[in-house]
């Protein structure tokens, strides 16, 4: 039987109501779920079929009161480039002093632009990732992968094979540190650090697809040489 979150006098959990079932409610449910992971507005628009993305947008929308909420935990477990806690010390201090670049925080505002490093940011002195930024860490390790086998295929020199490969020990390093430090709190604290998490990245994910050239190399790009 399907349940409800709802109980009846005896604390058992009373049936769903089957009347609020309906086809558009799985779609909106779909959307909606796509939306809190974090799935850029462009990729959910492309998945949802709309023919406007203020459509999609609409599923991004996160009142400022509940940003602001969120960074106000999130704050408190940034850390620096090797993942040892680098907290802000207040919310609006959070807001003000960091700007969003793909894997993390960037202190230094009029670098992100124009990024002397190529965003080589766990190189960084001016990196400051927090828990919401696991997942696009976790990721980018993975297309570092990918590109150092590429490199690798294609003969290139040593020195860029390494570069690849001291990225991904600094990342995974960073990311490692991060959840370690994660695995040891209490459940509900990691609970609300995974749920305030989650409030970032979905309002990232609706410009994420327009913020920042990466230095990623994709295979078919390479093909196409
Ligand atoms: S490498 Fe990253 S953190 Fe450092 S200046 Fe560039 S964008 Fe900012």
Not at 5 to 26: C, H, M, N, V, W
Not at 63 to 81: G, V
């Amino acid at each position: 039987m399907l349940l409800s979150d709802e109980f009846d006098e005896q604390g058992s959990k009373l049936p769903f109501d089957r009347t609020l079932i309906f086809p558009y409610a799985f779609r909106h449910a779909y959307a909606q779920r796509h939306a809190d992971a974090g799935v850029p507005v462009d990729v959910l628009k492309e998945l949802m079929d709309h023919r406007s993305i203020v459509t999609t947008m609409s599923y991004y929308q996160v009142p400022l009161k509940r940003q602001r909420e969120a960074i106000t935990t999130i704050r408190k477990h940034t850390t620096d480039r090797s993942g040892r806690p680098a907290p802000f010390t207040s919310t609006t201090g959070y807001e003000a002093q960091s700007v969003a670049v793909p894997f993390g925080n960037c202190r230094e505002p009029s670098n992100v632009k124009a990024c002397a490093i190529r965003f080589q940011c766990a190189g960084c002195g001016f990196y400051h990732p927090d828990p919401s930024y696991l997942p696009a860490i976790e990721e980018h390790v993975n297309d570092l992968r990918a590109d150092r086998e590429t490199a690798k295929a294609m003969d290139a020199d040593d020195f860029v094979v390494r570069n690849l490969a001291d990225q991904i020990t600094a990342f995974t390093n960073v990311a490692d540190t991060m959840r370690d430090r994660l695995g040891n709190l209490p459940q509900d604290e990691r609970e609300e650090i995974e749920e305030a998490s989650a409030v970032p990245r979905k309002v990232r994910a609706t410009r994420d697809h327009k913020l920042l050239p990466l230095t990623v190399i994709r295979k078919e790009t390479l093909d196409a040489c």
